[in-house]
C-alpha cells in the first residue's frame, strides 16, 4: 500500500536513463550507482555492459591523470569505476572476455614501471579478482598466455598485487586437475620469489616475497563448508619445490650473503619450511638434504649470534642496549629451536660442538627486559628438559651452568629490589617455570641428581623456589575464587555495595571498597579523621557522637561528611556527588554473636551528606554503605 500511494522513492538514475542523451559520467557523478547495481537494474546493466562504456570504466581504472585534475576525475571516478567492474555483473565480465583489446587494455598495467599507483594497483587487483573468480579457467589462460604472472612479480612491492598473486596461485591449485593450470607450476614461481631475496631491492620486496613463500608451506585457513577440497597432493607441490635441495641452498646464499632484511626474512621462510616437516611428519631421508645443508650453514648463524652487526645503540628507560638483541638474532633462535623440535641426532651433535646452548642462556640473562626473547629461549629449554636427548640435557647442566645461573639470577635479583625504585628482572617469572620442571624432570632421569643435589640447588629449592610457588599458588587460588563469585554475580573483594542501581552510578555515584582491617579501622577506641577512597572521590568522615562503651555492639552511629574531594571529575559530576546523591541510610552494627539491637531512628543532619555503616565483625568482614542527603 505504501508503494502504491507513490510514497516510494525513485533514484536520480533512474530519472538520468529515462533521458534521451545521458553519459557515464552523469551516472558516476550519482551516490546511487553502486547501489543500483548491486540490485541489479536491468537497464542500468544494460548501458554499462556497452563496450565504450566498460572501455571507459577500465580507463578511470588503470591510468594515470593529470596531477591538477579535480578530485572528482583523481579519486571518485576510479573508485566507482573498480567499484562497479567489481560489481560481479555477467554481462559486464562476459563483455570484457568478448574483446581483446579490453583485456588487453587490463593487463597492460602491469607493464608500466614499478613502482605502480598504489590506489590504482589496489583497484586493478579487485577487478581481476573479480574476473579470475567468474571465469577461473579463461582469466589463468589469459594469465598464461600474456605471462602476467612474471609481471606481477615484477611489482612485489605493492601489497595488493601480493595478494592478487596468492588467489592466482590459490585458484589454479583448486582447478588443476580440470584445466590446464598446471602451467603455474613451471615457471618455477618458488624460484622467482626466492630471487627477490635480493639485497639490492627494497624492504617491501623482501617481506612480500617472504610472506608469499611461507604461504606455500603454512598451515592454510580452514576453507568454508561449501569450497571444495583440494586433494592434499597438489596443496603440498610448492611445498616440495621449496623444501628441493637447490632451493633450499639458494635461500641460505641469499640469507648470509646479503643484506639484514634478507637475513631476516629468508630466515622467516627457513623456519617454517622446518616446521612444515614437523607438522608433515617428515622424517629420516626426506630431511636429510634440508639438514645437511643446514647444518653447514649453523656455523655462520651462530656467529652472528656471538657477534652481530653493527647497529645503533638503544637507549630507554631501562638502561642502554649496546648492541640491541635485533630482529635478526631473535629470528636464529627461533631457527634453533625449530631445529631442535625434530630431535635430529647430527644436529644436536652439533648444537653441543657449537657451544649453542650457553650462548642462548648468555642473551637470555643480558637483555633482561626482552619478553619475546625470554619466552622463546624459556620454550626451548623446556622441551630439551622435557623430551631432549641426554647429551643435550647434559651440556645445558655442564656447558650452560643452568642451575648456577638460576641460583645466581636470584641472588641478583633480590639485591636489586633492595634499590630505590627498582623491581624484579624481567625473566624471574621465566626462571621459576624452568626450576619447576627440573625438580620434576629429576625424578624420571635419575641421572640428574648429581646436578640437583648441589648444596647451593638444594637450598635455593628448598627456601626461594617453594616461597615463590607458595606465593604464585596463592595468587591464582585468589584469582580462581574471585572469577568464581564474579560468575555468580558478586565478588569475595566487594565490601561496599551501594543501594543505588547500575544505571545510577552517574557522576555524583561512589562505590566504596572495605579493607580487611574495616574493624580495625572503625574502632569505637578511634577519634581520628578516617578517609575512604570511593573511585576518584575521598569522603573525609568525622564521628558525630560518642562511641559506646561496649566494643562489641556500636548502634545508631551516624557519621556525616565534612569535606569532599574529587579528583579529575568535571564540574556536573561534582554537583552531582554534593546535591544529587540520594541513598537509604544503614546501621553500623559490630557482630560477636550477640542478637541484634532494636534499630533506632538514625541522627538527620540539615543538608549534609550522613554515611551509615552496616559492618560485620570477623575474619573476611564486609560491610556495606549507603548515603542519603538529609
Known sequence: MFWRLGFGHSSPIETILDSEDFTLQQLLDEDDLIQECKQLNKKLIDFLALPEQVDALLNYVVREVPPDSDDKTKFIYPYKASEVLSADLAAVVDCIFQNENLLDKLFDFLQKDPPLNPLLAGYFGKVVTTILARRPEQTLQVMHSKSVVPMLLNHLSASSILELLQKVVSEAEEIVELSPADWIYQIDLVGQLIAKLDPALDSEIHANACTALVGFVAPPA?????????????????????????????????????????????????????????????????????????????????????????????????????????????????????????????????????????????????????????????????????????????????????????????????????????????????????????????????????????????????????????????????????????????????????????????????????????????????????????????????????????????????????????????????????????????????????????PSAPTQYTERVVVSITLTDGPGSRACVTLTTV
Not at 283 to 303: F, H, R, T
Not at 468 to 493: F, I, P
Open 222 to 598: 580452514p576453507p568454508p563448508l561449501s569450497w571444495p577440497t583440494t586433494p592434499p597432493s597438489h596443496r603440498s607441490r610448492f611445498a616440495g619445490q621449496l623444501l628441493a635441495r637447490e632451493t633450499v641452498s639458494s635461500l641460505l646464499d641469499r640469507c648470509l650473503k646479503g643484506s639484514p632484511s634478507t637475513l631476516q626474512h629468508g630466515l622467516t621462510v627457513l623456519v617454517e619450511i622446518v616446521r612444515h616437516c614437523i607438522s608433515a611428519n617428515r622424517q629420516g631421508p626426506e630431511l636429510q638434504p634440508l639438514l645437511s645443508l643446514v647444518l653447514l650453514q649453523l656455523k655462520d648463524l651462530v656467529e652472528i649470534l656471538r657477534s652481530p652487526p653493527s647497529m645503533p645503540v638503544i637507549v630507554n628507560t631501562s638502561g642502554t642496549l649496546d648492541p640491541p638483541l635485533g630482529s635478526n638474532r631473535l629470528k636464529i633462535l627461533e631457527v634453533i629451536q625449530a631445529l631442535l623440535t625434530l630431535k635430529d641426532e647430527a644436529v644436536e651433535a652439533e648444537m653441543i660442538r657449537l657451544q649453542v646452548l650457553p650462548l642462548c642462556l648468555d642473551l637470555f640473562f643480558k637483555y633482561e627486559w626482552h619478553s619475546f626473547l625470554h619466552n622463546l629461549v624459556k620454550n626451548t629449554l623446556h622441551m630439551i628438559i622435557e623430551g631432549g636427548s641426554q647429551a643435550l640435557k647434559r651440556s645445558l647442566f655442564t656447558d650452560g651452568a643452568l642451575l648456577n645461573r638460576i641460583v645466581d639470577a636470584h641472588k641478583l635479583n633480590d639485591e636489586a629490589v633492595k634499590q630505590p625504585k627498582s623491581c624484579r628482572k624481567g625473566y624471574m617469572g621465566q626462571l621459576r617455570l624452568v626450576s619447576n620442571l627440573v625438580m620434576k624432570q629429576k625424578a624420571l632421569d635419575t641421572w640428574m641428581e648429581e646436578f640437583t643435589t648441589q648444596d647451593s640447588w638444594k637450598e635455593f629449592a628448598a627456601n626461594q623456589l617453594q616461597r615463590l610457588n607458595n606465593v604464585n599458588e596463592r595468587r591464582n587460588t585468589d584469582s580462581g575464587a574471585a572469577k568464581a563469585h564474579e560468575s555468580q554475580g558478586h565478588s569475595e573483594d566487594e565490601d561496599f555495595h551501594g543501594s543505588g542501581s547500575k544505571e545510577d552510578m552517574h557522576g555524583g555515584g561512589f562505590e566504596f571498597r572495605m579493607p580487611d582491617n574495616a574493624g580495625e579501622l572503625f574502632s569505637p577506641d578511634r577519634d581520628d579523621d578516617l578517609d575512604i577512597e570511593s573511585g576518584s572521590h575521598y569522603v573525609e568522615v568525622h564521628d558525630e557522637r560518642d562511641a559506646p562503651s561496649e566494643a562489641n555492639v556500636v548502634d545508631d552511629l551516624s557519621m556525616s561528611t565534612s569535606k569532599v574531594e574529587e579528583q579529575d571529575v568535571p564540574s556536573e559530576a561534582k554537583a552531582n556527588a554534593v546535591d544529587d546523591l540520594s541513598m537509604s541510610m544503614s546501621k553500623l552494627q559490630v557482630e560477636s554473636g550477640a542478637s541484634d539491637p532494636e
